[in-house]
């Protein structure tokens, strides 16, 4: 099934300047379109000039050869060779722009979904904290799957159609002005009942997309949480509950299908009305001499070719409609805006001589350097060396809900700091504040004493591994999964960050070992074992600073201890977060801090934290009496 989801707005809105852009992409090949409008031209052409040869046909060779002793059919057998001609340029005129158009559409979505992927890599994680990633989906699945029906297809039709009217109205008014009177009255009345028929499918089809898009949702969302509805014995309310909106899917789409397929009988008769009624005023006509029996022939032809195309555009009306909505909800996302990165202080790997003197390198050295260029041209260089400092900060996800409050802290080299505190205090938040997943006003947060802001992003990621608190794996072997945290990395170095990660023994005893393929978020493993490969992740890439955000909360203590041993021989230097709900885990850090609703209320060593006897005490001694 397609996806529909989330289509909640199926009415375009800024028409015309979705048009032009849509025609901005296609406006890229003018070649292949220079072919295609030749190929629409000769198609539409050929049907005209097929018809209009009709008239001779039968005034000059037909009807003089009625009745007559020796025909002479060599005119009339030339004139149909031209005929045929005609219609046979024609179809290769069709066949000609149909195949153009298909490699013109599908190159135009390649280019779109590659846009839409490479912007949807810059923009903010607000971005995605505000988008269900079925409505992000969608734009890459079905809107561009109907602008490319409406390219490929619709766009041709529709010139195709405009073009076939234009010209045989023009032969119909001079063959015979008075016949295409009637012509126009019935077009009239073809034109009132698609606008008031189409407009009442038009809504149902909205509607019956908005239905499709919560089916879609529903079982998205329930394939997702099946395991929560078996646990609680949920299946029969959630089955009860896709039965009302498949039903309700079910009288939209029928209700808009009923009348959009009424409306194709009606005017199929209204055409056929207005062919008996011309060919009726037309028999007189030429009975009372004022038309030619060629011409009136001719004539009915044209009457049937005209109504053809008006038909086929009222059925692609709301297709139109429809593909219109998906590019302008293409659009919306393609023009977000991206990350800002106004950063201009760079990471470059750096020689540092016995003086401390740094100086750049274009080879890696193992030691780097931030080079921060100046306002009057000079540039210096900073090691880096992870020195973390918050200075009174204050940040909220919504402007005005303060999650925390002046936070103050500092991490040099070689300390191990801690983030205790209960569910939601906003450990979390300050590690996204130091990569700058968000952002806060300058000079609140300093690394290596540099105002993060001023940080170009990438460079201040670099020098950060961080194993998330949502572990996320990607489809691809162990070893590519590990080789995550640094691309270059040797086969070497990542069986030695797995040992450091206490990863190796279950890697090792895994089908294929390091070349085990894991799939959908790495559901072929224990929650334990997943955290095992994000740590190695973490310890290949090496950085200066480490976070590590509930990363072990899922394994057994005993290898959580190895872990720490392998970590501590790894971070010699450099600084450590570690945030925790287990203490054990945080027990030997050098700082701890204890949040409570965004704000640190308790600092200190494990130790003086004790003596303290507050909220670390009885988190600690709780959690004694517990155990
Ligand atoms: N993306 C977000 N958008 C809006 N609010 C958020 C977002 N993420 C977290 N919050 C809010 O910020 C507060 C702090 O969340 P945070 O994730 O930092 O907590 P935490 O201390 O890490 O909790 P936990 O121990 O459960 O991991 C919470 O009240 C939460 O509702
Ligand atoms: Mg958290």
């Not at 009305?273 to 029996?293: C, D, H």
């Not at 790997?349 to 080879?363: F, L, P, R, T, W």
């Not at 080299?413 to 997943?437: C, E, M, Y």
């Not at 950060?464 to 590519?480: C, E, I, N, P, R």
């Amino acid at each position: 099934m397609k996806n529909l989801k989330s289509k909640t707005h199926a009415k375009p809105r800024y028409t015309k300047q979705t048009i032009k852009r849509v025609f901005s992409y296609i406006g890229r090949y003018p070649f292949l379109l220079t072919l295609v409008v030749i190929g629409i031209l000769l198609s539409a052409a050929s049907s005209i000039v097929g018809t209009v040869l009709l008239e001779p046909a039968i005034n000059k060779f037909i009807g003089p050869l009625i009745g007559a002793e020796n025909p002479d059919l060599s005119g009339l057998i030339t004139l149909l060779l031209v005929m045929g001609s005609a219609y046979f340029v024609g179809v290769i005129g069709a066949f000609m722009y149909s195949r153009i158009m298909v490699v013109i559409s599908t190159k135009t979505m390649t280019a779109i979904r590659n846009e839409l992927f490479e912007k949807m890599e810059k923009l903010p994680i607000k971005y995605f904290d505000t988008h269900t990633h079925g409505d992000l989906m969608s734009r890459y699945t079905n809107d561009t799957d109907t602008l490319r029906e409406m390219i490929s297809n619709g766009l041709p039709q529709l010139i195709t159609s405009v073009l076939t009217i234009v010209g045989v109205f023009i032969a119909m008014v001079i063959m015979s002005p008075i016949l295409t009177v009637i012509l126009v009255c019935m077009l009239f009345l073809m034109i009132f009942i698609v606008a008031k028929l189409g407009s009442k499918s038009g809504k149902y089809f909205i509607k019956q997309q908005d239905s499709l898009g919560k089916v879609n949702g529903y079982i998205e969302e329930y394939i997702a949480g099946q395991k929560v509805v078996k646990v609680f014995c949920h299946e029969d309310k959630v089955k009860n509950n896709f039965d009302e909106i498949n039903d309700t899917l079910c009288v939209n789409s029928t209700k808009a299908h009923t009348i959009a397929n009424i409306l194709m009988p009606i005017l199929g008769n209204i055409s056929y009305l207005n062919y008996a009624i011309t060919a009726i005023v037309g028999g007189v006509l030429t009975i009372y001499g004022f038309m030619s029996i060629g011409a009136i022939g001719s004539f009915l032809v044209f009457t049937r070719t005209f109504s053809n195309p008006i038909m086929q555009l009222s059925q692609q009306f709301n297709a139109f409609l429809v593909a219109l909505a998906g590019a302008e909800r293409i659009f919306d996302m393609i023009d977000q805006e991206p990350e800002k990165d106004e950063g201009y202080v760079t990471l470059v790997n750096a020689v540092i001589d016995d003086k401390g003197n740094i100086s750049e390198s274009d080879k890696p050295t193992g030691k780097w350097a931030w080079k921060h260029p100046h306002g009057d041209g000079t540039l210096t260089y900073t090691e880096l060396k992870g020195d973390v400092r918050f200075v009174d900060a204050t940040f909220g996800y919504e402007p005005d809900k303060i999650v925390l409050k002046n936070i103050s802290l500092y991490a040099e080299p070689g300390q191990k700091i801690a983030f205790v505190g209960s569910t939601g205090a906003g450990k979390t938040t300050i590690t996204n504040l130091i990569n700058r997943f968000y952002d806060i006003p300058d000079g609140k947060i300093r690394y290596d004493g540099i105002n993060i802001n001023k940080i170009k992003k990438p460079d201040l990621r670099r020098s950060l591994a961080m194993v998330l608190q949502d572990t996320h794996l990607f489809s691809g072997t162990v070893k590519d999964n590990i080789r995550y945290g640094k691309l270059d990395a040797t086969d070497e170095q990542i069986y030695e960050a797995a040992k450091v990660a206490n990863a190796h023994q279950f890697i090792s005893r895994l089908p294929d070992g390091y070349d085990t393929y894991l799939s959908a978020d790495g559901a072929n493993l224990s929650q334990g074992q997943r955290q095992l490969i994000a740590i190695a992740r973490a310890a290949v890439a090496n950085p200066p600073v480490l976070i590590l955000d509930e990363a072990t909360s899922s394994i057994d203590t005993r290898t959580e201890a190895l872990i720490e041993k392998g970590m501590d021989a790894l971070m010699k230097g450099k600084t450590v977060f570690v945030i925790a709900h287990r203490l054990s885990t945080v027990r030997n850090s050098d700082a701890i801090m204890v949040l409570e609703h965004g704000e640190i209320i308790e600092r200190g060593s494990h130790e003086e934290l004790i003596k303290l006897k507050g909220k670390y005490y009885q988190l600690y001694t709780g959690m004694f009496e517990l155990s």
